[in-house]
């Protein structure tokens, strides 16, 4: 349904017409209820006046007649009184609409009259025998509008009377003009009709105006946004316009822009790294082959050749399956793992590479392995071969690698530590800070030695598994081993004591 009334009213969409059209209408709806309020009061006020009137009317009469005054003397002090009573009860109120011309002042007239049912319909006519007191000529009263008490406002709506029996089959009728009132009840909806519709207005502009001031912080965000999406990334939120309600979003907005930044220039080091690696060996292939197909050379040279291009081959293949594998990896970050037992991932990852650790006589031992995580084993088993093989390739002969897993604690959240530890010449200090990137290549001399950690293959295998981690909201971390060599330490989420099933 919104979707809808936003189709036919497209400026609803907007959060600035929202909230002013909010107030506008909640303004106007408290309005209108003062308004009614007031012209029900100040109708009721004026109305009680002239009842009163009327009841001092009857009242009078019937002190008069008890006192035995001749006819034609209540005659003139009835008209008297009448005549007293004339006038406007809300002459104040009606200068100031008048000054407003909206309203025009009329005196209120009063009269009284005897009067009894007339034959047939039962409509009250005047007692023909007493002479009426200012009554108007054409008054109509029915037996409805007649009846004793409360006093009644004819259909017409320009008298009020009010009727009292006096015994002999005859109602005194006393009565009042209100045109006056009802010219007074007309001004006061035509003031309210344009005062609601001024200071709402008013208030309509004001609140416009006021939310361009309150929303000029996602204004700009929008037009850093929109910046951002024309290449300037480098752009930020400032602190200063950070207000309390979106300095939450702000700091997510940089936050994200500070990932996206590093992402990009990540992805541009990445396709960079990736021509690199793929020229030399493509390379060296085209130059194998042109020499080949265009010197006369042997069958045994030109086996050497083959062999040389199958070699070349195999290690760009191998660079293949390592970029799928940290797509994979990639793909995996923020998904739900399910509980797996870690014994039997150590145990395939420990089995895939031995007979690399029997070629080289390096003894593989696993301590405490049996213990149960969220995890996806795929992922798991190809972040241990990686650091197993790593492991081998730069340990000693005759040497032992070891895998320890215990529990550990990380900003007081409970971890499992998943230990890889060789025996090898460890990392050199200047190559720990990118020793997780990919195609990372140490500059230093000790990489080409024996039992060092270095690039010489595709530089891809530790940035698989910072990615295997980040893909199971932990960390890997390389610290120097207790004793000498290598130790890589993966820390994985685990559920706490609440957590586990009861």
């Known amino acids: 349904m919104a979707r809808g009334i936003q189709r036919y009213l497209p400026g609803l969409a907007s959060i600035r017409v929202r909230i002013v059209l909010f107030f506008w209408v909640f303004a106007l709806i408290a309005s209108l209820l003062v308004r009614i309020s007031n012209y029900n009061f100040i109708s009721a006020l004026a109305y009680s006046g002239v009842d009163e009137d009327l009841r001092l009317i009857v009242d009078t009469h019937s002190r008069l007649a008890r006192e035995g005054f001749e006819p034609a003397r209540l005659s003139r002090l009835m008209d008297t009184l009448l005549q007293d009573l004339a006038g406007n009860k809300l002459e104040p ?11 025009e002042e009329t005196p209120r007239q009063y009269f009284a009259g005897i009067v009894r049912a007339a034959p047939g319909d039962g409509a009250l006519v005047l007692d023909n025998r007493v002479e009426p ?25 320009q008298y009020r009377v009010t009727t009292r029996p006096l015994g002999d089959g005859t109602l005194l009728l006393a ?15 035509c003031f309210y009709a344009l005062n609601v519709v001024g200071w709402t207005s008013l208030l309509a502009l004001l609140s416009l105006w006021l939310m361009s001031i309150a929303l000029r912080p996602l204004q700009r965000v929008a037009e850093l946004a929109g910046r951002i999406e024309a290449g300037e990334t480098h752009l930020r939120i400032r602190p200063q316009e950070m207000v309390v309600e979106i300095g939450r979003l702000g700091e997510a907005l940089n936050a994200m822009l500070d990932r996206l930044e590093g992402q990009l220039q990540a992805h541009a080091r990445f396709t960079a790294d990736i021509s690199h690696e793929l020229g030399n060996p493509l390379g060296s292939v085209m130059v194998q082959m ?7 050379t042997s069958p045994e040279e030109l086996r050497a050749t083959l062999r040389s291009c199958l070699e070349i081959t195999r290690r760009m293949n191998h660079l293949r399956q390592s970029l799928l594998n940290l797509s994979l990896a990639q793909a995996r970050q923020g998904t739900h793992h399910p509980d ?12 895939a590479v031995e007979r690399a650790a029997e070629a080289k006589d390096v003894a593989i031992e696993t301590h405490d392995t049996a213990i149960v995580l969220p995890g996806n084993p795929e992922l798991l088993h190809q972040l241990l071969v990686n650091l197993l093989s790593n492991a081998i390739r730069h340990t000693p002969e005759g040497s032992v690698v070891r895998v320890r897993v215990r529990p550990a604690e990380v900003d007081g959240k409970p971890m499992v530590s998943i230990g890889v530890l060789d025996e090898g010449r460890g990392v050199p200090p200047e190559d720990v800070p990118g020793l997780f990137e990919r195609f990372f290549r140490s500059q230093s001399e000790r990489l080409v030695r024996p039992n060092g950690h270095g690039g010489t293959r595709t530089g891809l295998g530790l940035a698989i598994c910072k990615s295997i981690a980040k893909a199971h909201q932990g960390i890997i971390r390389y610290s120097p081993g207790p004793q ?18 009861g």
Do not use: C, M
Request: no cysteine.
């Open 290 to 296: 042109q020499v080949a197909s265009e010197e006369e």
């Open 340 to 351: 797996i037992d870690l014994e039997p991932v150590v145990e395939e990852a420990v089995e």
């Open 93 to 103: 109120l009606q200068k100031f609409l008048g000054r407003l011309y909206l309203v």
């Open 133 to 157: 007191w200012r009554v108007p000529d054409g008054l109509a009263i029915t037996p409805t509008e007649g009846e004793p008490g409360a006093p009644w406002t004819l259909r017409n709506g």
């Open 175 to 189: 009565g009042a003009s209100i045109s006056d009132i009802k010219k007074t009840q007309n001004g006061l909806i």
């Open 484 to 501: 000498g060599g290598a130790l890589f330490e993966l820390l994985l989420p685990v559920k706490s004591a609440q957590d586990q099933p």
